[in-house]
């Protein structure tokens, strides 16, 4: 399976179902124990969020939030940068990265060329005022030579000035040009790298985390629910607004240069940064007002927002507290399908209560005394089952499921318990050693592999490694889960780096050399997350007693 993800050989859906039909032959497994991995309850938390995400996109909710926020930023080029990385990456929390950054990456484009534009028509302007004035200038002091003598020096002195005049506009046309260029590779990779950063900060936000939720609850079945959605957030979001600052002054030094002072603008205001304001306020504008269908989705986003984080925030009882005394009753996968069935009964629009829009038979006029109304037709709901059907990336849940499985078979068959114990002499490295070691193999591994296949892979194993040296399994499965999602150096490594790419002004190299210091830089502040508020949250300094309880081993 390993073997046919990375070489895509077969899709990676088909792949993903293997297990269904080797695990039952080669007698790991029975068919019902693993078809039932196909829909565990990660699986249903994965279901719901997207039926989230597609009902925010469908009424294109998102881009009335990320064209608000741009304008609250401003239009000049480090603030800029900054607003659209903040943009994409609080988006990508809550939708898909690749859906984030097809919807980003065109209005950045029309921002900087509006910007492009506006500037060279100051740069043309600017030089046919000097060159007016000077020849206004050359006029006057000429008009007490003779008359032929005074129209031949002048011809030859317009036609010099024309030459240097044409000579400056082109010279100020390649800089531009050189400086827009730079600008927007550095804007597209700034979209791309931003989405990808942004999906590690909630459970939801890449298919990675939610590998690492299902693997903990199934080779670890004792564990006190110690991955949910609010303890995830408490960890990942901090680590992530780290390396999106982080990675925002290594793409400014990049692209713009160190030059804060001009980037920043410093208070001046020019006529370009005016109409690349337009631009947005029109795309704005285009939006209308806020409808009933775009509130009820935001309403019900909230909501399920705010639930996640108080059904078991850990310091203080939550809601669902009571019910999971016995048990795990209610889970993060339990509310998001309570919260997404909604958007199949809320209507998008608010019924009419008036006559006025009633249909009548047999052609009567509305004023008529003997108008008989047909029954009136009710407003779709806010998400059909069409919508979703077209939307929802179904393969992804197959694929989760696969690994699920793959997994229990490794537990099952024992292959787990014997790479762990191959691995027992990692005991004499100290830990903060290991954590770095394994990032940068799977950093590297996740460039050729797609992220989902990385995970699925690595987790049983490093669960295995982490029993067999008596350290904490959060503390290696964690920061190999997000550094899974760091595939910033080749176009191919994950979706939204291939859209940027696709624009035409990146080049593989271009992506390489600013993806290879954001490995670095992510590498190096998830550790750091893990080895100081991670361990404070987790307890990541002590081997708990429900690890030693695995799935399949004794």
Known sequence: MALYWCTECMPLAVTALLPVILFPLLGIMESSQVCVMYLKDSNMLFIGGLLVAIAVEHWNLHKRIALRVLLIVGVRPALLMLGFMSVTAFLSMWISNTATTAMMLPIAQAVLEQLCNTEAESDERELKEGRDNQAFVMSEVTTTKLPVDNFIKDQSEVSDEECEWNSALEAKRKAREQKY???????????????????????????????????????????????????????????????????????????????????????????????????????????????FAEGAVLTVFVTLVVLWFTREPGF??????????????????????????????????????????????????????????????????????????????????????????????????????????????????????????????????????????????????????????????????LPCTICASLAFMLPVATPPNAIAFSYGTLKVLDMAKAGFILNIIGILCINLGINTWGTAMFRLDSFPSWANVTHGAP
Not at 390 to 399: C, F, G, K, Q, Y
Not at 440 to 458: I, K, M, Q
Request: a negative charge; hydrophobic letters at 40%; charged letters at 15%.
């Open 181 to 291: 260029l730079l600008l927007n590779k550095g804007m597209s990779l700034c979209v791309c790298y931003s989405a990808s950063i942004g999906g590690t900060a909630t459970l939801t936000g890449t298919t990675p985390n939610l590998i690492l939720k299902g693997q903990m609850d199934d080779i670890f079945p004792d564990n006190p629910d110690v991955i949910n959605f609010a303890s995830w957030f408490g960890f990942a979001f901090p680590n992530m607004v780290l390396m999106l600052l982080f990675s925002w002054l290594w793409l400014q030094c990049m692209y713009l240069g160190v030059n804060f002072k001009k980037s920043f603008g410093c208070g001046s205001s020019n006529e370009g940064d005016r109409e690349a304001y337009k631009v947005m306020k029109e795309e704005y504008r285009k939006l209308g007002n806020m409808k």
């Open 316 to 477: 203080m009882p939550g809601w669902a507290t009571e019910l999971n005394k016995k048990g795990q009753f209610v889970t993060d996968g339990t509310v998001a399908i309570l919260m997404s069935t909604l958007f199949f009964i809320i209507p998008s629009e608010l019924p009419c209560t008036s006559s006025c829009n009633l249909d009548y038979d047999d052609g009567e006029e509305e004023s008529s005394e003997n108008q008989t109304p047909r029954k009136q037709k009710s407003p779709p709901a806010l998400l059909t089952w069409k919508v979703v059907h077209e939307r929802m990336p179904w393969n992804i849940v197959l694929l989760l499921g696969g690994g699920f499985a793959l997994a229990s078979g490794s537990e099952e068959s024992g292959l787990s318990l014997w790479l762990g114990q191959s691995l027992a002499p990692l005991k004499n490295i100290p830990p903060f050693a290991i954590s770095m070691i394994l990032c940068l193999l799977v950093g590297t591994f996740t460039e050729c592999s797609s992220n989902t296949a990385t995970t699925t892979l690595f987790l049983p194993i490093l669960a295995s490694m982490a029993t067999a040296i008596e350290l904490h399994p959060l503390y290696v499965m």
